[in-house]
């Protein structure tokens, strides 16, 4: 069984900087891409960036995202944070190919964690 945990939201001040943490365990053999979304209350959810590089146009230039694929883990760097980034993040493991308990294919998502941008 796959799961994929989300870590690292906090309260932070508007400009500050923050990491995020995405990492799914289980008997994993590979993972196409890992993908961050996020959802502010009232809306809907909305994709923000992924490990093939691709970024929503709201947090180009101040937000990145790396892998570290040894630990089955994608990192979303956020800087200058303001207040609309105020939403629940999660994030969605993209092909991943597991073999126990049977060899599956599938898409896995996260729970989220919780990021509040506010003075």
């Known amino acids: 069984q796959v799961q994929v945990v989300e870590s690292g939201g906090t309260l932070v001040q508007p400009g500050g900087s923050l990491r995020l943490s995405c990492t799914a365990f289980g008997s994993i053999v590979s993972i196409d891409t890992m993908q961050w979304y996020r959802q502010a209350p009232g809306k809907e959810r909305e994709f923000v960036a992924d490990?093939?590089?691709n970024y929503a146009d709201s947090v180009k230039g101040r937000f990145t995202v790396s892998r570290d694929n040894f630990k089955n883990t994608a990192y979303l760097h956020m800087n200058n944070l303001g207040p609309k980034d105020t939403a629940l993040y999660y994030c969605?493991?993209?092909?991943?190919?597991?073999?126990?308990?049977?060899?599956?294919?599938?898409?896995?998502w996260g729970r989220g964690t919780q990021v509040t941008v506010s003075s």
């Open positions: 490990t093939s590089s």
């Open positions: 969605k493991a993209i092909n991943v190919y597991s073999d126990r308990p049977e060899r599956r294919h599938a898409d896995y």
